[in-house]
């Protein structure tokens, strides 16, 4: 460790797989359509008469094809690498996305859209954005884990301004053309641009590139993994975390409206939401970087806990709205990040894809059925309270797998291990 501040830092020499990954994960999946469709759920509740659960619906939907297909995702990941699968897979997404315009009331063609938006974006998901990362970094992995993810606190800003602008000026039909377009004319150069032809093989001597292929190939085999004790701690606290933390981000703009803020003020504070996405993801990769991931960890959720506990008040004041909004979203900027750095810690890298698509396939279930969920349950009782004071428990009770994850393993180097392993 005494020598580790004269090496370069990895940040500076991998800066455009940075800079690229953290672009294209706010234009992957579900990211873009998590964060917009919240813009036009009302606008296809008034068009079309959909119930806000069946709206929602959309992302359980491709929730469970991320669990089926994200696994095999992963698995080509870990064989040819990301950058072919990412290019090919944001303009699937874009095309899948562009369909939403499509809309004629018919809910069969709307999760239609849904499924080709989430089957061919499967590899524009975390599951590549993450393994590119973990495999290209190893001392400052929690750091770049969480720039290269706060691309979803930029999709959150970005895509419900620009949205709310576009509806407002083209129509919403067009608008959904618009935000569409962009994973097909922006991140496709763009990760072609910034991602390395193979995994392990970028910036640096080579010396740095050696060590860096010899670290892509430390920790557990895929058999191994999914028998070990941390795969199924990890699995248990962040499937409810995923559905309670999920539910409500995609629901905000109903649910401040719910609890008597302005609507004027409803779409400012739901933009904010990406400001402290990006917060959670970059300051909580730092901290994981620096302190015991699971205690990090442990923290974000009680403040999410709180703000869960906020909003299932019957009225709320403008400040507490923005508190609330700021500590599930600045938890909800740490999920993605924190799940790719919990396995490589505790996993390893060497099967770094296969894993993260199983347990990226068990958040996607959560995260999708929760916001559906929790629309449900508004449509039946016209509150949100009683699924956010779930909510709460839910996070809370995350927190004790989380914690007894314990000491970081060390693994064996691939060097000391037989050939044909």
Known sequence: MTGSSARPSELLQNWRLVVAATLCSAMGMPTLALFSIGIFAPIFAAEFGWSFAAIM???????????????????????????????????GLGVGYISFAAATGSIVQYYAS???????????????????????FSRQRGLALGIALSGSG??????????????????????????????????????LWGFPRRDAAVAGDENTRAAKAEAADVGLSRAAAFKSRAFWLIAIAFAPIAFANGAPLPNMENILK?????????????????????????????????????AVAAILLLF?????????????????AIIAVATLSAAAGMEYDLLAFLIARYIGVRSFGAVYGILFGVFAIGAGGGPALLGHAFDLSGSYSTGLLFC?????????????????????????KPANQ
């Not at 083209?170 to 097909?184: D, E, N």
């Not at 302005?262 to 970087?289: E, F, H, K, Y």
């Open 304 to 320: 999410a806990m709180g703000g869960c506990l906020l909003l299932a008040h019957d009225q709320l004041t403008h400040l507490h």
């Open 154 to 191: 930029l999709c959150a800003i970005l895509v419900k301004l620009f949205g709310n602008w576009a509806i407002d000026m083209v129509g919403w039909r067009l608008a959904i053309v618009a935000i569409g377009a962009c994973p097909i004319l922006i991140g496709i150069p763009l990760i």
């Open 57 to 91: 619906g959309g992302l359980l939907l491709s929730s469970f094809l991320i669990l089926g297909v994200g696994p095999f995702i992963g698995r080509l990941a870990d064989r040819y690498g990301t950058r072919g699968i990412g290019a090919v897979s944001l303009a």
């Open 392 to 416: 709460a428990g839910a996070l809370g009770g995350a927190i004790i797998p989380i914690l007894l994850l314990g000491r970081y393993p060390s693994f064996a180097s691939p060097a000391a």
């Open 114 to 136: 849904w499924f080709c938006f989430a089957l061919f974006g499967m590899g524009a998901t975390a599951i590549t954005f993450s393994h590119a990362i973990s495999r290209n």
């Open 258 to 294: 719910a609890v008597g803020v302005a609507p004027g003020d409803v779409a400012q504070i739901t933009a904010a939401m990406g400001i402290s996405i990006l917060a959670g993801r970059v300051i909580g990769g730092w901290l994981i970087d620096h302190f015991w991931a699971p």
